[in-house]
């Protein structure tokens, strides 16, 4: 059996671990609450930028040492920027854990961002930025964040753009770097064969010595626009995004709109998957995914298609998304909130999943979810509560389109005039 605590350093730095005795891992997460939507225009893809600076060299370790410390006892080292937070974390054998704990601390609080590693860190974010701009089903994505979130921050690329990448300077990342990841925003996490006394002992001797100071959370609520994007691009297929406003991730509709996303498109039973794939033929890939942060969300469905079945296949997902507003049995119900809590209990046997877990529960909720309570909110979802949020939702007038490909306009189906 888990045990979970929930403890304070002495700078103030919160500490979330769970205890799970029969794990031999265990892995430990530097979360800092900024991510792209704290960035202005000019410094876009700063927190990403800033994320690949912290493995490139400290006082006392080379990013060789640092690769070649975690790879020497086979645990990983990795870190991601979202636009709402980034994470540090490293996953080894319980035995290392003091190891992992000595390297994160150095990383976050001693390295040098040295402007030759800097340049030469920039070369590798360009080709990164490049790789996508080359990658249509990646790509789209981020042309639907932007067009769905028109001029808040929430919708701009993680990674930045080449322009605002090439133009940061050693002196933004240091001013960023003090204002967001030295201030009341930073928390660790940490799940696996540990014992917490342990951790927070040694957290606090590694970490006790920043001084954290409280930063003004941004008060500003994105909106979102509906409408219709076309960018024209020379491509063997067409990649199509349709998104409308969702609850946020705090939100009590949560679990009505993680099976919603379930029945559409979450997975090869999905409605989706089936209608469009398997009965037609039409798609190789078709899902739906949920975008949910602390104050606002999109539920997005994803195409890639021929340019001469576009009319055909964007008319099907609209014809889904009508029948879902006219319900769903009670069988498919059923079945969805046993995928979802299925596919949620296994991905939780992991320590870095539960790592994961106790962070997010930190970061939407202020508190830790039992896992008994989300299967509760699942299991207490009703037809009538699906048919209600799906009925607001799932509305031609609500949509947000992008495409990208070789189509036109006059091939929209008449359902989706009312957002010229």
């Known amino acids: 059996m888990s045990r979970i605590q929930k403890t304070t350093l002495e700078n103030g730095i919160k500490v979330l671990t769970e205890e799970m005795p029969d794990v031999e891992s265990s892995t430990i997460g530097v979360w800092v609450v900024t991510g792209s939507r704290n960035e ?3 410094l876009n893809g700063i927190s990403h930028f800033i994320e690949h600076m912290l493995f490139k060299g400290t006082d006392k370790r080379t990013a060789l040492d640092i690769s070649r410390e975690i790879e020497s006892v086979g645990g990983v080292l990795n870190a991601f920027t979202s ?8 996953k080894v054998l319980n035995k290392d854990l003091p190891r992992a704990i000595d390297l994160l601390s150095d990383i976050f609080i001693d390295s040098k961002f040295d402007v030759s590693e800097m340049e030469r860190e920039k070369m ?4 990164e930025i490049k790789m996508v701009l080359d990658t249509p089903d990646d790509l789209i994505h981020d042309l639907f964040a932007e067009r769905f979130w028109q001029k808040d921050p929430i919708g701009w690329s993680v990674l930045g753009s080449s322009k605002t990448v090439k133009s940061i300077k050693r002196d933004d990342i240091i001013k960023y770097f003090n204002e967001h990841y030295r201030s009341g925003s930073v928390f660790i996490t940490a799940a696996g064969g540990l014992k917490s006394g342990r951790v927070v002992k040694l ?3 590694m970490f006790g010595g920043i001084k954290v ?3 003004r959370a941004s008060s500003s609520r994105p909106r979102s626009a509906r409408g219709i994007k076309l960018f024209k691009k020379d491509l063997e297929q067409t990649h199509i995004c349709v998104g409308v406003p969702a609850p946020p991730q705090p939100h009590p509709e949560r679990y009505r709109v993680y099976l919603m996303n379930t029945i559409l498109g979450g997975g090869m039973s999905s409605r989706l998957f089936q209608e469009i794939r398997e009965k037609r033929g039409l798609a190789y890939n078709v899902y739906t ?3 949910l942060c602390r104050d606002t969300g999109s539920f997005v469905t994803y195409a890639g298609i021929s340019k001469e079945n576009f009319t055909e296949v964007l008319a099907l997902i609209l014809q889904e998304f009508e029948k879902f507003r006219d319900g769903v049995s009670a069988e498919e119900l059923k079945n969805a909130k046993e995928q979802l809590k299925g596919g949620m209990l296994l991905g939780l046997e992991t320590s870095d999943n539960r790592m994961m877990k106790l962070a997010r529960d930190e970061i939407y ?9 989300i299967v509760k909110g699942i299991d207490g979802v009703t037809l009538k509560d699906l048919s209600e949020t799906a009925g607001r939702m799932l509305s031609p007038d609500k949509i947000t389109l992008v495409v990208m490909g070789n189509v036109k306009k006059s091939g929209l189906p008449k359902s989706l005039k009312v957002l010229n």
């Open 124 to 127: 590798v974010v360009l080709q």
């Open 83 to 90: 636009r709402e937070y980034t994470c540090f974390f490293a």
């Open 289 to 291: 995914y949920l975008n």
């Open 40 to 42: 202005t225009r000019s």
């Open 213 to 215: 100071k409280h930063r």
């Open 365 to 373: 909720f202020g508190r830790v979810i039992p896992v008994k309570d």
């Open 203 to 205: 957290l606090n001797s």
